[in-house]
C-alpha cells in the first residue's frame, strides 16, 4: 500500500522554516542564553553560549557541522578574558590540531 501526500507551498514553506533556523534561549531577566543554527534539523553552523547575570558577556561560542563540533570553539573566563581556544573535528576534540589555555588574568598557560 502506497500514500501520498499533497502539501500546498505554504505548508512547505512552514516545514523547511522548522529544519532551519536559528533557535534562541533566553535567561529569565530577558539576557540571551544561547542562540543556535539549525539546518536540517540539526545544529550546523554558529553556536553561541552566554553567562548569566554577566551583562552578555559570551561563555562559549564555535561551529557545529551536521549535529558536531567542528573547528575553532573558544571558552571565555567570566570576566570575558579568553581561557581557551580549541579545535574540534567530528565531534571530537582535535589533539593534533592548535589550542591555547590561559589562565584568568590572561596568562598564557598552554598552547600546541
Given at each position: 500500500m502506497?500514500?501520498?501526500?499533497?502539501?500546498?507551498?505554504?505548508?512547505?514553506?512552514?516545514?523547511?522554516e522548522a529544519l532551519n533556523m536559528?533557535?534562541?534561549?533566553?535567561?529569565?531577566d530577558g539576557q540571551k542564553?544561547?542562540?543556535?543554527?539549525y539546518k536540517d534539523?540539526?545544529?550546523?553552523?554558529?553556536?553561541?553560549?552566554?553567562?548569566?547575570?554577566?551583562?552578555g558577556q559570551k561563555k562559549e561560542?564555535?561551529?557545529?557541522?551536521?549535529?558536531?563540533?567542528?573547528?575553532k570553539w573558544t571558552d571565555w573566563w567570566d570576566n570575558?578574558?579568553?581561557r581557551y581556544e580549541k579545535t574540534y573535528k567530528d565531534?571530537?576534540?582535535n589533539y593534533d590540531g592548535p589550542s591555547t589555555y590561559w589562565y584568568?588574568?590572561?596568562?598564557k598557560l598552554h598552547s600546541t
Open positions: 502506497h500514500s501520498l501526500m499533497i502539501m500546498t507551498s505554504s505548508q512547505k514553506n512552514i516545514r523547511l536559528v533557535k534562541q534561549a533566553r535567561y529569565a542564553s544561547f542562540e543556535a543554527t534539523g540539526e545544529a550546523n553552523g554558529k553556536w553561541t553560549v552566554w553567562y548569566e547575570y554577566e551583562n561560542e564555535g561551529t557545529y557541522k551536521d549535529g558536531e563540533k567542528d573547528g570575558g578574558k579568553k565531534g571530537t576534540y584568568e588574568n590572561e596568562k
